[in-house]
T-cell receptor, first 114, second 111 residues
Framework: KAGVTQTPRYLIKTRGQQVTLSCSPI?????VSWYQQTPGQGLQFLFE???????NKGNFPGRFSGRQFSNSRSEMNVSTLELGDSALYLC?????????????FGPGTRLLVL | SQQGEEDPQALSIQEGENATMNCSYK?????LQWYRQNSGRGLVHLIL?????REKHSGRLRVTLDTSKKSSSLLITASRAADTASYFC???????????FGTGTRLTIIP
C-alpha cells in the first residue's frame, strides 16, 4: 500500500501571499489530520477531517483552513502568510477518527515565508 | 486535549547502550502513544499503551505507564545508529480529541 503523500515537499512564499498544501491519505483511510511543526512550538494540531467534515480544530487563527474531498484527499490553505508560518506541515491519515487509531504521517511540506 | 512533555530534551549515548526517555502529562488519559521522527520527516507510530496497562513491549522497545504519577517512559535496549531520531509522546484523553505532541526528546546514538 502506498503511504501518505504530500505535495509540494518544499515551498517558498513571501509575506502576504497564500499557499495551498495537498495531502493524499493511504487508500481506505477516511481521516486526515494536519499538524504544524516549528522548533519553538513543537508539533501542534491544526485540524482533522473525516468524511469531508471538519471533526476537530486546534488553536490556530482563521487564516488556516482546510477541506477534504470525497476521495479523502485533503488540502490546507494558509492565507495572508506571516513569517511565523514558516514550518514543516505534516499530514497524517488513519482509518477512522477513533483516538486509538494509528496515524500514518506523510513526509511533510516545508514552507519558508520570506 | 493535553500535551505530553518529554524529558530529557536531548540524549546522547553510545551504540549498544540503553536509552530511556520520559513523558509527563497533566490529566487523566485513555491511552498514550509514542512516535519517532527521523530528521525533519514524518512521524512513525511506535507503540500504544492503554491506561489499564502498566508495561508493554515491542521488539527492543519497552514502555511503562504510571497513571498515579501521570508519567510514561520509553526504553530502547541495545541502541543502534538507526535509532537516532526525535521521540514524542502523545497522551490521549477520553472523547474525540486528537493527538497533541510536545517538543520531543532528541536521541543521538554515537557509533
Amino acid at each position: 500500500k502506498a503511504g501518505v503523500t504530500q505535495t509540494p515537499r518544499y515551498l517558498i512564499k513571501t509575506r502576504g501571499q497564500q499557499v495551498t498544501l495537498s495531502c493524499s491519505p493511504i487508500s481506505g483511510h477516511r481521516s486526515v489530520s494536519w499538524y504544524q511543526q516549528t522548533p519553538g512550538q513543537g508539533l501542534q494540531f491544526l485540524f482533522e477531517y473525516f468524511s469531508e467534515t471538519q471533526r476537530n480544530k486546534g488553536n490556530f487563527p482563521g487564516r488556516f483552513s482546510g477541506r477534504q474531498f470525497s476521495n479523502s484527499r485533503s488540502e490546507m490553505n494558509v492565507s495572508t502568510l506571516e513569517l511565523g508560518d514558516s514550518a514543516l506541515y505534516l499530514c497524517a491519515s488513519s482509518r477512522d477518527s477513533h483516538p486509538e487509531e494509528t496515524q500514518y504521517f506523510g513526509p511533510g511540506t516545508r514552507l519558508l515565508v520570506l | 486535549s493535553q500535551q505530553g512533555e518529554e524529558d530529557p530534551q536531548a540524549l546522547s549515548i553510545q551504540e549498544g547502550e540503553n536509552a530511556t526517555m520520559n513523558c509527563s502529562y497533566k490529566t487523566s488519559i485513555n491511552n498514550l502513544q509514542w512516535y519517532r521522527q527521523n530528521s525533519g520527516r514524518g512521524l512513525v507510530h511506535l507503540i500504544l499503551i492503554r491506561s489499564n496497562e502498566r508495561e508493554k513491549h515491542s521488539g527492543r522497545l519497552r514502555v511503562t505507564l504510571d497513571t498515579s504519577k501521570k508519567s510514561s517512559s520509553l526504553l530502547i535496549t541495545a541502541s543502534r545508529a538507526a535509532d537516532t531520531a526525535s521521540y514524542f509522546c502523545a497522551p490521549t484523553g477520553f472523547g474525540n480529541e486528537k493527538l497533541t505532541f510536545g517538543t520531543g526528546t532528541r536521541l543521538t546514538i554515537i557509533p
